[in-house]
Each structure stands twice: as C-alpha cells, then as structure tokens.
C-alpha cells in the first residue's frame, strides 16, 4: 500500500511539472489543460503528504486544488451560453420605410450602393451608361 501513496506522489509532481512546462514553453495555454494537470496533482500531493504526515505540503496543496477547481468553475461559467436575450420592441417612424436599416447593412456587408450591380458603385460599373468612366 505503501508503493501506491509513493506512486501517487511521483504522478502528481510530474502533472504539475509537465503542465507547468507546457505552459512555460507555449506548447499549452494556461486553460482547462493545464488547471486540470495542476488539480490532479494537487491531489495526488494531498494524498502523499497525509501518508507522509508532511502537513506544510498537504496545506499548500489543498490551496493549490482550490485554486484550480475555482479557476476551473469560472472557465465553465464563461463558456456557457449567454441567457437568451429579450428583444427590443420594433419603432415604426412615420414616413421612414421599415428597410431602412436592412438597406443600410447589406451595403456595409457587399459594398452596393442602392442596387448597383455586384457592388460596384456608379463609378465602376461598365454597363451604366452614365458612369463617367465611359
């Protein structure tokens, strides 16, 4: 029983040295990986400083799990969608036509200018007999 609380102590300081690394050397982020590494080995610490009653080490490593089980939940919050936002009810101006602003994003989003052809404007269009380019 005695190999296993060893075992334990050696695999947990190769997660947190091995994640440690990875984040020191770009090879990971310091995300969900990495606070994971580090709240195994936190544990595996945990359970061979109780073995060894070494309580300075068992102390710091349950501040340690905490720290990456707290990081660990807020990575979880944020990565839940967002609650369903009410939408604002819809304002008719009088004498305003209710494309206005539909207008308004499919020229930013293809660069027409009121119905020219491919987005080319008057400037650029060939077919537009009027376009001072011809």
């Known amino acids: 029983m005695e190999l296993l609380w060893e075992i334990a ?3 947990g300081a190769a997660a947190i040295l091995s994640a440690y690394l990875a984040v020191s ?3 990971l982020k310091a995300g969900r990986g990495f606070q994971t590494a580090n709240l195994l080995g936190a ?5 061979n400083g109780a073995f060894h009653q070494a309580w300075p080490s068992v102390a710091t490593n349950i501040a340690w799990f905490l720290i990456s089980a707290i990081a660990l939940l807020r990575m979880r919050s944020v990565s839940q969608p967002p609650a369903p936002t009410v939408d604002a ?3 008719q101006f009088p004498g305003i036509p209710d494309t206005t602003g539909q207008l308004a994003v499919v020229e930013v989003l293809t660069g027409a200018d009121h119905g020219d052809a491919g987005g080319q ?3 650029h269009n060939s077919r537009d007999s009027s376009s001072p380019t011809n």
């Open 9 to 11: 102590g050696w695999a």
């Open 25 to 27: 050397m770009n090879w």
């Open 43 to 47: 544990c595996a610490f945990i359970v």
């Open 89 to 91: 009810p819809h304002v």
């Open 121 to 123: 404007g008057p400037l």
